[in-house]
């Protein structure tokens, strides 16, 4: 109720709520400071999974619960601010899958862009559209919104990824379209890799007679181990590193030199042992995987410990500093691409 008001305009106030009320009408002044904040105060909260544990339970369930059966056998990495939500940050989802030796998650296709951040395990593969990816640690598949995808493990060891979505963003939207296939797997179109060697090289396929196989605007889903941390490395070897972020590159769409997909951006970083980050702030909660050496993460003078193939999320507008006890690579995506189009988005640096 607005406040330091004379007692009878006060009555005659809270008369008119209660009168407008069934007609479905409220009073933006009594919230207006609650909608327009003058800077982020995210639900979500700092919080990080310790990979063995989320796998411990992960391996239970996959005792319990076959991928046919569940369809996805994944565990949902909930932000403890954002209970209930299925959210990591209130834009995005993210989860750990598991396929174990021999099965198959059967192929469907749905609105929502997913990528797949491969944590343990190789030789399984994502196809996507009926063109496999052959999976090895830490590369990132993409399964773009609207292209039909299934995984299988044809190896004698389980495989587990990352999985992050843009399920928050689509619900917000009410823009959720989902089939599923007959067939538990599409039909193979290509060998395995001609998508990567189209278009994996900064390079593609001159335009002719002959009609593009992939989506013009989404060519390449594929961006290997292999390939990108000798680029780090090489990045690390050469430039000045940034005082912020370490050495970072971002992956790219080689259609348009965009983010990978038009809602989730993806980057990686290397940050030298003994370096300490100086603080930075932005407006895209971010999700991390250590994907290699030890230290610290520092939110806002919190102190997160950090190891190999731990995941961790850092809400919207917290001052993040690392520490690198030992050489530090991290994976990481945030809905960045999507404030930059909205002309919302905004970092600080100290």
């Known amino acids: 109720m607005t406040k330091s008001l004379p007692n ?6 809270a008369a008119l709520y209660e009168e407008m009320a069934p007609e479905s009408l409220t009073p933006l002044w009594e919230i207006l400071s609650a909608l327009v904040l003058s800077e982020p ?10 990979y063995q544990s989320a796998r411990n339970h992960l391996m239970r369930a996959g005792d319990l619960i076959s991928a046919e059966e569940a369809e996805r056998r994944v565990l949902i990495l909930e932000n403890p601010g954002l209970k209930g939500q299925s959210s990591i940050t209130p834009s995005l989802y993210a989860g750990l899958q598991m396929i174990l030796p021999g099965e198959v998650a059967p192929c469907h296709r749905h ?3 997913a990528l797949r951040f491969v944590i343990e395990g190789e030789g399984a593969y994502t196809a996507v559209d009926g063109e496999k990816a052959i999976m090895h640690p830490f590369d990132l598949v993409l399964t773009p919104g609207g292209q039909w995808h299934d995984h299988g493990n044809p190896t004698d060891t389980p495989m587990i990824w990352l999985d992050g979505l843009d399920i928050p963003t689509v619900r917000h939207f009410d823009a959720s379209f989902a089939e599923k296939l007959p067939e538990a797997m599409h039909p193979e179109t290509v060998e395995p890799g001609d998508t990567l060697a189209r278009y994996g090289h900064n390079m593609r396929p001159m335009r002719g007679g002959v009609a593009d196989r992939r989506p013009s605007h989404q060519p390449l889903f594929h961006y290997p181990y292999a390939d990108w941390r000798p680029a780090l490395d090489a990045m690390a070897a050469k430039a000045q590193i940034d005082p912020h972020l370490g050495h970072a590159l971002e992956f790219l769409n080689p259609a348009d030199g965009g983010a990978i997909m038009p809602t989730i951006s993806a980057h990686v970083r290397l940050i030298p042992q003994g370096y300490r980050t100086r603080p930075r702030r932005s407006t895209d909660g971010t999700t991390f995987v250590v994907v290699e050496g030890s230290g610290e993460a520092i939110v806002d003078g919190e102190r997160l410990a950090l190891s190999p193939r731990d995941i961790f999320v850092i809400p919207s507008w917290k001052a993040l500093e690392f520490v690198a006890e030992s050489q530090l690579v991290l994976f990481g995506f945030s809905d960045k691409t999507s404030q930059i189009k909205l002309n919302l988005y905004r970092e600080d640096l100290a």
């Open 41 to 50: 105060e995210s639900p979500a909260r700092v919080h990080r999974w310790n």
């Open 8 to 13: 009878a305009q006060h009555d005659q106030l």
């Open 111 to 113: 609105s929502q862009c």
